[in-house]
């Protein structure tokens, strides 16, 4: 029976990039108008989307009613 291997992390290398914090910071508080910002954009990205989805969908049905009321 092989035993596994240990994985050792390094922390200073580069793959492991994301898990270093900045030293600047004082205190683990999500800064509210930074989420606000990001929340708005994506709200404003979403409602052009589904605002987009939607006017195609309905300019293929027109598009669909006057071919069928042609012939």
Not at 43 to 64: A, D, E, H, Q
């Amino acid at each position: 029976m092989v035993a596994k291997q240990q994985a050792i992390y390094d922390i200073k290398t580069d793959k492991f990039k994301y898990l270093k914090r900045e030293q600047n910071r004082i205190s683990n508080r999500v800064d509210v108008n930074e989420l606000n910002k990001r929340l708005n954009k994506t709200k404003r990205s979403n409602f052009y989307i589904t605002t987009l989805v939607s006017i195609v969908c309905l300019l293929g049905m027109i598009s669909l009613i006057l071919v069928s009321i042609k012939f």
